[in-house]
């Protein structure tokens, strides 16, 4: 008859338990590390974000400002809120709360997270005294600083007269 033979291997490559609990003991010290790192760093992008999100609603406001201003056949300035009416009838207002500004328009409503301080009109000549503007200062706080923001609108000849008028 047949004869079983068994053979018995003298070894087995493997771990032992020692050399297993080293190197879990090597990763959950990485592991611990590289979330404190990613910690660090995801607060840091947050302060990034909100810095820069002062910024570009502050350069949003000047350039929308500054936009209006320019294409707008006339403005107008009550106690916290500024008015453009255009050339073909369009309207747009700039209405100010505590802590941040309004851009109503016909097609959207944008939001500046500007706090306003304090706003002024004033009506200024050029040095020749040959031009009239409107002139408005906004004093603003952006980033816990407190600036100012001038803005001037060219009064054409016409409007004064109508001015004169009524």
Same mark, same amino acid.
């Given at each position: 008859m047949f004869k079983i033979i068994r053979s018995c291997p003298k070894s087995i490559p493997a771990f032992s338990i020692i050399e297993a609990v080293v190197g879990m003991? &090597?990763?959950? !010290?990485?592991? @611990?590390?590289?979330?404190? &790192?990613?910690? !660090?760093?995801? @607060?840091r992008m947050l302060d990034f974000k909100n810095q820069n999100q002062l910024v570009?609603?502050?350069?949003?406001?000047?350039?929308?400002?500054n936009k209006d201003i320019f294409e707008k056949e006339k403005m107008t300035v009550s106690e916290n809120e500024i008015y453009f009416n255009g050339y073909a009838g369009e309207k747009i207002s700039y209405q100010f709360t505590d802590d941040y500004i309004l851009?109503?328009?016909?097609t959207f409503v944008d939001t500046f997270?500007?706090?306003?301080?304090s706003m002024r009109m004033d009506t200024?000549?050029?040095?020749?005294?040959?031009?009239?503007?409107?002139?408005i200062k906004l004093n603003i706080e952006s980033n816990?600083?407190?600036?100012?923001?001038?803005f001037y609108k060219r009064v054409y000849p016409n409007e004064l007269l109508l001015?004169?008028?009524k």
């Open positions: 003991a &090597i990763t959950a !010290i990485i592991m @611990g590390i590289l979330f404190v &790192i990613f910690s !660090i760093v995801t @607060g570009n609603d502050l350069n949003r406001l000047t350039y929308s400002l851009r109503n328009s016909e997270r500007i706090k306003l301080n200024v000549k050029s040095k020749s005294e040959q031009f009239v503007f409107q002139k816990e600083k407190e600036m100012d923001l001038r001015s004169i008028k």
